[in-house]
């Protein structure tokens, strides 16, 4: 996860370099339940209206809390599917926070209505993130519901009125880029805290869609837009969060555009991007799947390093006798191909592994979706660009 806006704080008051902090363990995305009553042509977790056996149980899930708790994760995003479909998320909730947990709630945002509104507020959510994936014809093609995105937008607003912070996920591609500078006002018009801007990955539905994602020159148009409406809050003082997902190289993209506006600065906020490195998926965000898989992040559920229900979490995570985990915790990484020869590579850590794997079967080639030029990275071109193919059966089992 790249937070935009921290870094865009540092354009505004410079503050000291410090030494890294390393947090105490892993923020985990918690896919609770994999039902969902939506099927989104991007989903990840290739939800579906329907309940999917083998998922943990009340009495397992507080469980592993216990464990997650005792090794020092800080942070728990509960995730689905469509976690409100769970009958224990409040008991869940519930636990989370008194645990301790900072607890965000992962939603499509249609079942939260008047019924369940104060049922929600009481829970104590830090943040409740609501996926908005376009206008309401975009959104409700790409969520195949109508009538999605009204509910959705209830969602949003009967949490900002409750005093919930909340956040409006967009996950771009081909189809909705072009309506991004609507959400923005549209964001700035509810008076939503938060913008998560969630760059496409090659996993589950997202993978056999994978064509839809967008071109290069989109992802810096969209980075372009992003940044300037980040700069104007920060340069006003008005607080709105600008965070993005799944690719790394935005933190190389900020400092370019940085370069331009404040050069002054560019030694300073290199130091600052370059401490937190791009890439952290095995190290500093975790997964765990509705069957109690762990995986490094959530776009790599066809890889299970272990399962909760055989041995805790906390043994999972340190062993690095796995392969991918091993070459995940590595530091630096070794990524071959143009990430390899990139002189941005202790921003970006090598970016996305899982585009990499899902494209060629090898999860330390290059990112195909680091929209960079070679001339700006300082990479030969002497090879060919891995580029995105059409999905193809053999790439989905590598
Ligand atoms: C899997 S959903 C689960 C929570 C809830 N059902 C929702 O849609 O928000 C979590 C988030 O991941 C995003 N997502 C799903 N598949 C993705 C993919 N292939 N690439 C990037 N983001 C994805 C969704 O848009 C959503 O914001
Ligand atoms: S992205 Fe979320 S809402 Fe859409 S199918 Fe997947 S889990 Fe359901």
Redesign the pocket.
């Known amino acids: 996860m790249f937070r935009i806006t921290q870094y865009m704080q540092e354009l505004k008051n410079p503050t000291p370099l410090g030494p890294k902090r390393q947090p105490p363990g892993p923020v985990v995305i918690w896919n609770l339940i994999r039902r ?1 009553n ?1 099927a ?1 042509k ?4 290739i ?1 579906a209206d329907h309940d999917f056996p083998g998922e943990l149980s009340t009495a397992e899930v507080y469980g592993v809390m216990d464990d997650l708790k005792a090794f020092g994760v800080p942070v728990l995003i509960l ?5 409100l479909l769970r009958p224990d998320i409040y008991d869940i909730s519930l636990r989370a926070k008194r645990m301790g947990f900072y607890v965000g709630l ?3 945002g249609t079942l939260i209505d008047g019924s369940n509104i104060d049922r929600i507020a009481e829970m104590g959510y830090d943040y409740v ?3 908005i ?1 376009g206008l309401e014809e975009t959104h409700d093609r790409f969520r195949r519901m109508q009538g999605a995105y009204d509910a959705s937008l209830r969602a949003m607003r009967l949490c900002r009125d409750k005093g919930i912070k909340i956040g409006m ?1 967009f ?1 771009l591609t081909q189809d909705n880029a072009h309506e991004l500078p609507a959400l923005l006002r549209l964001m700035d018009d509810e008076g939503i805290d938060k913008f998560y801007l ?9 993978n056999i869609n994978r064509k839809d994602d967008v071109v290069l020159q989109t992802t810096r148009r969209a980075m372009d837009l992003l940044f300037d409406t980040c700069w104007d809050y920060v340069s006003r003082g008005v607080a709105k969060e600008f965070v993005t997902g ?1 690719n790394d190289a935005d933190g190389v993209y900020l400092l370019f555009w940085a370069r331009e506006r404040f050069p002054q600065l560019v030694d300073h906020l290199r130091a600052k991007l370059a401490q937190w490195g791009g890439n952290s998926s095995g190290v500093n965000i975790a997964n765990i799947d509705n069957l109690g898989n762990v995986h490094p992040d ?2 790599w559920w066809h890889y299970s390093l272990g399962n909760v229900k055989q041995r805790p979490f906390s043994e999972i995570w340190r062993d690095t006798s796995d392969p991918l985990m091993a070459g995940l915790k590595r530091l630096p990484r070794r990524i071959e191909g143009r990430c390899g020869e990139c002189r941005y590579f202790d921003v970006c850590g090598g970016n996305t592994r899982v585009r990499a794997h899902q494209l060629t079967g090898n999860p330390w080639a290059e990112d195909p979706a680091c929209y960079l030029t070679d001339e700006e990275i300082g990479a030969s071109g002497a090879r060919e660009r891995l580029a995105v193919s059409p999905y193809s059966r053999r790439a989905a089992r590598t």
Not at 42 to 45: A, F, G, L, V
Not at 79 to 83: D, F, H, I, L, R
Not at 200 to 206: E, M, W
């Open positions: 969902c939506l989104c991007h989903c990840y977790s939800s995730s689905g599917g469509e976690p992962s939603s499509n993130g609501v996926s994936d996920r996950t969630s760059h496409l990955n090659y996993a589950g539905r997202g799944n959530t776009f």
